[in-house]
């Protein structure tokens, strides 16, 4: 381990030694390939799932040094289903600057993506726990690995040209955000009480606490492109332009007058340009009322996951899951 990260460690600051232990996973090398990688993982984004990882380990009273291998291994899978995202998006933004595809082709981002799912296996095999528990926390990457696929598809399935369904159920929005974006942060919360030596119990607790968490992320994350701060790192207009029929467009055309309903089929048709889509959406979403229930939505789920954290017993690590849950409901990036 170097200097950094158990210095960041006794400090304890688990952001800086994730940060220092991503750093030191990919060192810049001189070929190509190595500089994909490095492009990929350089700028650190806001680091959630790993943090909520360690926080995990020590939440059941274990430690951040034994979890922080595999933070490092579930920030890769995050960063790969970016890069793979960005390109199924068309989004040329991320974290602030050209996304993979934007500044190396498809074809290498890719391999990037890939490339990195298996420095997700390799760091997780650097876990110093027992290999039973090492093989717990493969099967939980593993399985929401999958997830994640299975939401991908199935939300594509709500956006295929000429058949985007604005009216489409409430509940196959929460499947695709449980999916999407709840099976990572479960994941990334189970990973760290098995290390942690939690118990089936605290496992599943913290699961279900990364589940919710998770899920009002996705919520708050589709409110941004209506907040006008132009502060995600990504382009604004990423979900009108694929037509995606997000947590408060649902809510604007089901709980909408009928000329909100009609913005959001004009503006989900395909028949516009991004921009103009955002702008027929932003209408519906603000006029309706959609925004402020869609912002009740997401806290509500905030503090289903609050109520998880319940009995745990490292008090500062659960402060700082709780926190967590806040924050996802609670930014503007
Ligand atoms: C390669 C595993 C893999 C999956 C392929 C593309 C795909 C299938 C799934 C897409 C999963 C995805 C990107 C969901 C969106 C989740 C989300 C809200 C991402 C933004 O997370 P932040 O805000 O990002 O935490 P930072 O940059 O802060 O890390």
């Known amino acids: 381990m170097t200097g950094t990260v158990s210095e960041a460690l006794r400090t304890d600051d688990p952001a800086e030694a994730i940060r220092a232990a991503l750093a030191r996973r990919r060192p810049r090398s001189g070929d190509r390939f190595g500089e994909l990688t490095h492009y990929a993982m350089a700028v650190p984004g806001k680091l959630l799932r790993p943090l909520m990882l360690v926080a995990s380990a020590e939440a059941v009273g274990g430690t951040a040094e034994t979890a922080l291998p595999a933070a490092v291994a579930v920030e890769h899978l995050h960063v790969a289903s970016l890069v793979h995202d960005d390109i199924i998006d068309g989004d040329d933004l991320r974290r602030g600057r050209p996304s993979v595809h934007a500044r190396y082709g498809v074809a290498?981002?890719?391999?990037?993506?890939?490339?990195?799912?298996?420095?997700?296996?390799?760091?997780?095999?650097e876990c110093a726990a027992p290999p039973r528990v090492v093989m717990a926390v493969v099967a939980e990457f593993a399985h929401a690995g999958g997830d994640l696929c299975r939401g991908?598809?199935?939300?594509?399935?709500?956006?295929?040209?000429?058949?985007?369904?604005?009216?489409?159920?409430?509940?196959?929005?929460?499947?695709?955000?449980?999916?999407?974006?709840?099976?990572?942060f479960r994941a990334a919360c189970r990973a760290g009480a098995l290390l942690g030596g939690g118990s089936a119990g605290q496992v599943d607790q913290l699961g279900d606490y990364g589940h919710h968490t998770g899920v009002a992320f996705q919520m708050q994350d589709d409110l941004l492109p209506y907040l006008g701060a132009g502060t995600s790192g990504k382009p604004d207009?990423?979900?009108?332009?694929?037509?995606?029929?997000?947590?408060?467009?649902?809510?604007?055309?089901?709980?909408?007058?009928?000329?909100?309903?009609?913005?959001?089929?004009?503006?989900?048709?395909?028949?516009?340009?991004?921009?103009?889509?955002?702008?027929?959406?932003?209408?519906?979403?603000?006029?309706?009322?959609a925004l402020d229930e869609a912002r009740r939505g997401a806290r509500d789920r905030?503090?289903?996951?609050?109520?998880?954290?319940?009995?745990?017993?490292?008090?500062?690590?659960?402060?700082?899951?709780?926190?967590i849950a806040e924050i996802a409901v609670d930014r503007d990036r």
């Open 108 to 125: 290498d981002a890719i391999v990037t993506g890939d490339a990195l799912l298996f420095d997700l296996f390799a760091s997780v095999a």
């Open 152 to 184: 991908q598809v199935l939300e594509s399935t709500m956006v295929s040209p000429g058949a985007t369904r604005p009216g489409s159920a409430l509940e196959d929005y929460l499947d695709v955000a449980a999916a999407k974006t709840g099976a990572l």
């Open 237 to 289: 207009a990423s979900d009108a332009a694929n037509l995606r029929p997000t947590w408060p467009v649902l809510l604007a055309h089901r709980e909408g007058r009928p000329e909100h309903r009609a913005a959001v089929e004009t503006a989900l048709s395909g028949a516009l340009e991004p921009e103009e889509t955002l702008e027929l959406l932003r209408f519906a979403v603000t006029d309706s009322g």
């Open 302 to 323: 905030s503090r289903l996951a609050l109520a998880c954290l319940r009995g745990l017993p490292g008090a500062a690590a659960t402060d700082r899951l709780a926190a």
